[in-house]
Nanobody, 111 residues
């Protein structure tokens, strides 16, 4: 089972990034997927989740209206489109399947 994230980087406040996660080693299309993050000096925070079919997204309150989660079950991919980024969104973002988490991708929001 493997999850590999990409798409992080340095962006100015108000900017956008799109994170991607490719999954392998399990039946991706039958499992709920999540994005979680860990800011410097803080614990792990759930950010967003999406059901197996990709029709029911959910978000933590702080990102609702700014982030959009999606998935492509034909490609074993899950995405997180992040708009209107704020400095407090700075964190390592992880793709999470419950039992497995990727290595993470760093997102830094700074001017």
């Amino acid at each position: 089972v493997q999850l590999v994230e990409s798409g992080g980087g340095l962006v100015q406040p108000g900017g956008s990034l799109r994170l991607s996660c490719v999954a392998s080693g399990f039946t991706f299309s039958s499992l709920h997927m999540n994005w979680v993050r860990q800011a410097p000096g803080k614990g792990l925070e759930w950010v967003s989740g999406i059901d197996a079919s990709g029709t029911i997204p959910s978000y933590t309150a702080s990102v609702k209206g700014r982030f959009t989660i999606s998935r492509d079950n034909t490609k074993n991919m899950v995405y997180l489109q992040m708009n209107s980024l704020k400095p407090e969104d700075t964190a390592v973002y992880y793709c999470d399947q419950g039992a497995t988490r990727g290595q993470g991708t760093q997102v830094t929001v700074s001017s």
